[in-house]
Each structure stands twice: as structure tokens, then as C-alpha cells.
């Protein structure tokens, strides 16, 4: 099951084509020089300090060209370095931030830790649509972090279809005062995919930035 956010399907007029002036590049640049010195008039040649800074320009305009082009290897390079850096994860358990619920085969682990003692700590699970499927009332529960377990059921005790869901754990004391609670997810890495020319992780139908993975096993 995916985990999509829902939005309002809306009309987008078509973008308008704006017209620019062609960029000139280091060919260009040459093509104009030349046709300049077989132009110029035989009584008047071109000076030569001119036209040594011409030159110069078109030296300058041929570095940075190669080193645009050195920089963007480099960068190529980096993120297919970093891609076969994360292979090794394929496979292996991770913990991010965020409440994640993998359904597979097992029941679902859900991890969190609360900040203070609680009298009351419930935790709601929803689909993809952010509707809550099922409500585990855990009681009271000591400060620090803990640990429940999901076994797949909806509120009437219908088996869920396998995929990722989301929870979140609410949680008071005994003033009735809201108690923070942050959670923290287990998750299968099960591939590496390219999002817009970065490498990700992939979690079943979940995609990862790999600076969010706090703990790998």
C-alpha cells in the first residue's frame, strides 16, 4: 500500500514560451574573431593590444567551460559513489525518526519513547488515507522508551493487506496534562532508487533520504 498525499486535481493554464537570446559559447566566440580579423580593413589592422585581450576573453571562456565540465564529472561522480555506498544496506534493518508501521508476514513492531510517566498512552494506526484502522489502548506507561506490537488487525479484527501504515502515539499524565511522545521506526531496506539524481533508499513502498537513518543493524 502506498503512501500517497491526496490533493485537489486543478487546471494549470499552458506555460508561455518566452523567447532568449542564444547563449554564446566558446566556438562562437572563436567563429567572431575570426571572421572579424578577415574582415578588418588592410589600412587599419586590428591593435594589438586589442587583440590580445580578445584573446585573453576567449582563454577565460575555454577554462570555464572545462571546468564546468570537470566540476559536473566530479558531482556524476559522487552520487554513483555515494549510490554503491548505500548497496550494502539492501537487506539490513534501519531506524529512522517518524512513525512507520511495515506489514508483512510478522506483526508490525512500533517503537517510541515517551518524555514523562503516563496514565494513559493510545496509539493509532492509519492507512495510506489517514484514516485510523486501529487503536491500541498500552495504559499507563513509565517515562523513556517502549515498545508494542501490531498484529495487523483492523478495529473489528479484519487482517490488513500488507504494506507500510502510519502511527502516532498520544499520550497524558495524571492532571490530564499532554504527555510528548516521539516515535521511531524499523524499517527493511529493500532497494536504491534515483530521486531526481539522488540516490535513495527504498523501504517497501516508502523512499528514505539516507541522512535520516539514525541506526543501522
Known sequence: ?????????????????????PELGKNDFLNLLVAQLKN???????????????????SQLEQSANQSKILQEVLDAQ???????????????????????QLGAAPAPLDYSVSRDAVSVKVAIMNASG????????GAQKAGAQHAVWDGRDQNGTMMQSGTYLYAVTAYDAQDQAVPA?????????????????????AGDLTIDPGSVIEFR
Open 131 to 138: 484514516q485510523v484502522v486501529r487503536t491500541l489502548d498500552l
Open 79 to 101: 552520487q554513483a559513489s555515494l549510490q554503491y555506498s548505500l548497496l550494502p544496506l539492501i537487506g539490513r534493518d534501519v531506524r529512522i525518526k517518524g512513525g512507520f508501521a
Open 1 to 21: 500500500m502506498a503512501i500517497v498525499n491526496a490533493t485537489t486535481p486543478s487546471i494549470v493554464p499552458p506555460p508561455q514560451t518566452t523567447l532568449k537570446p
Open 182 to 202: 516521539t516515535m521511531t521506526s524499523r524499517l527493511t531496506i529493500t532497494g536504491i532508487r534515483l530521486v531526481e539524481g539522488q540516490p535513495k533508499l527504498v
Open 40 to 58: 578588418q580593413d588592410p589600412l587599419k589592422p586590428m591593435d594589438s593590444s586589442s587583440f590580445v585581450a580578445e584573446l585573453a576573453q576567449f
